[in-house]
């Protein structure tokens, strides 16, 4: 006899006057106004039971699935893998003393949840070494709502959690990881996997409590060909590899959708587990110089290209390169270099080499109708149709910036070039009627869905005599 079985004929005896079958319509009402996917049968009578001012005295010690939580369960034990875990936090109470809490995301066959465990138990031993996949054993924890109403699994004082290292029936990581052209809208607790498209990119701001933050911006490609954006809040450079090479192999644990402005987000945070394909030692590449420019920061800034025509995009933080010129061959040392974009500082080293295999910028020219809006790095020969202009525009935020924006057109088709603040200025010194030849721009849907092209810091412009 099942355990469910056993407590219903005994609050069955306790309340003869109610039959089995009006017990049964109890429990469906009451499954009903709790919410869908919160109550058990076996949960739904214990609530019951209570209502009817009795105690069952079984206390709910089954071993259960995440899909058999619901709010109010107590003292449960389940099996599950570890998706991701967070670092553990402090925070304060009300009455100024203070607590630790550290999230964890786990799942099995069924489902996915979060995990809290608190004070003492953020901290046990071995919990910073659990890795995705890892089987684990979370004994006679409680279940409470989180701010949405879902159930959220809560190890406090006299719950455990125990790593497992038996066989289980539990899925790998690799089988619930999805291909990234798989993905909807409203997802969580998500594995995606894709090749990575462009580079990953380290963005620093201020977030809504004035601290300084970063944000570790990428994009994935799917099979079927179509790019994802990815952004991890409050995530950093530290768990890259020193080395990634354009297209590597990544898989995000823990992440969620989002409608963004483009489509299709994926965002995670600083629990989020990425992982690329790279080595932790970093190798030499060798380019040609297409343009070579510096930023603000005095830091020059060299847009290069491969043997295979792939373009990268150089900081040289340190000033090594300051006596090359564009055309030049050199082959460098880089500090890290995560897609195409490559970073020398510290002890990076640069050498100029002599070697004429490599593509120059004529080699490597794209016609507009084979632009389209990616993480791409494009070179463009055409004629402006359009006298440059230049307007001031107020951001979001307040901000006046500079934009100027010219009409260009090959054989093939025409297109918008676009520059924003420092590079606003470059398509000033050009007129109407003049063939330029644009190296390093990047591509997005504009206005309308249509694409154009954006001037970055490494582009470069030049007239055609």
Request: glycine share 8%.
């Amino acid at each position: 006899m099942s355990e469910f079985e056993s407590l219903l004929n005994k609050l069955l005896e306790l309340k003869p006057v109610l039959s089995r079958q009006d017990m049964l319509e109890m429990i469906q009402k009451k499954k009903e106004k709790i919410g869908a996917g919160y109550l058990t049968d076996q949960g739904a009578l214990f609530l019951i039971a209570s209502d009817l001012g009795i105690s069952l005295s079984e206390p709910l010690k089954v071993e259960m699935g995440l899909k058999d939580l619901y709010v109010g369960a107590k003292e449960i034990t389940l099996e599950t893998r570890v998706m991701n875990v967070y670092p553990s936090k402090q925070f304060s109470r009300k009455d100024g003393s203070q607590f630790l809490l550290r999230t964890m995301t786990v799942y099995d066959q069924n489902s996915r949840a979060k995990v809290k465990l608190w004070d003492e138990k953020a901290n046990l031993p071995g919990i910073e070494n659990l890795k995705p996949g890892d089987l684990v054993k979370i004994i006679k924890a409680y279940v409470k709502s989180d701010m949405t109403g879902n159930p959220i699994i809560n190890v406090g004082q006299g719950s455990s959690l125990e790593t497992v290292g038996m066989e289980s029936n539990i899925p790998s990581l690799d089988s619930i990881t999805d291909d990234v052209s798989l993905v909807k809208e409203n997802q969580q607790n998500l594995v995606v996997s894709g090749s990575l498209d462009g580079n990953v990119r380290i963005a620093e701001f201020t977030n809504f409590k004035g601290h300084p933050a970063k944000a570790l911006h990428l994009r994935l490609k799917g099979k079927d060909g179509r790019s994802v954006r990815a952004v991890l809040w409050n995530a950093d450079e530290s768990s890259l590899p020193k080395m990634v090479i354009p297209g590597a192999k990544t898989r995000l644990v823990g992440v969620r959708t989002k409608k963004g402005r483009q489509g299709l987000e994926l965002h995670g945070d600083e629990g989020t587990v990425i992982e690329i394909e790279g080595t932790k030692d970093v190798q030499p590449i060798v380019v040609r110089i297409l343009s070579l420019t510096k930023n603000n920061a005095g830091s020059i800034l060299i847009l290069g290209t491969q043997k295979d025509k792939k373009l990268l995009n150089i900081t040289d933080i340190t000033g090594l390169s300051q006596n090359f010129n564009v055309g030049d061959v050199i082959e460098c040392m880089p500090t890290k270099m995560y897609g195409n974009a490559v970073t020398l500082e510290g002890d990076s080293l640069v050498r100029k080499i002599d070697d004429q295999n490599l593509p120059s910028v004529s080699d490597l020219r794209t016609k507009i109708r084979d632009v389209y809006p990616t993480d791409s790095i494009y070179c463009i020969e055409a004629i402006i149709l359009k006298v440059p202009e230049r307007r001031d525009i107020q951001t979001r935020t307040g901000e006046t910036v500079s934009l100027s924006e010219v009409f260009i057109e090959d054989e093939t088709g025409q297109i918008w070039l676009k520059g924003w603040r420092n590079q606003s200025r470059m398509l000033e010194q050009f007129s109407q009627g003049e063939i330029i030849t644009v190296t390093g721009v990047t591509a997005r849907a504009g206005l309308e869905g249509r694409t154009e092209l954006f001037l970055t810091p490494f582009s470069s412009i030049t007239k055609k005599n």
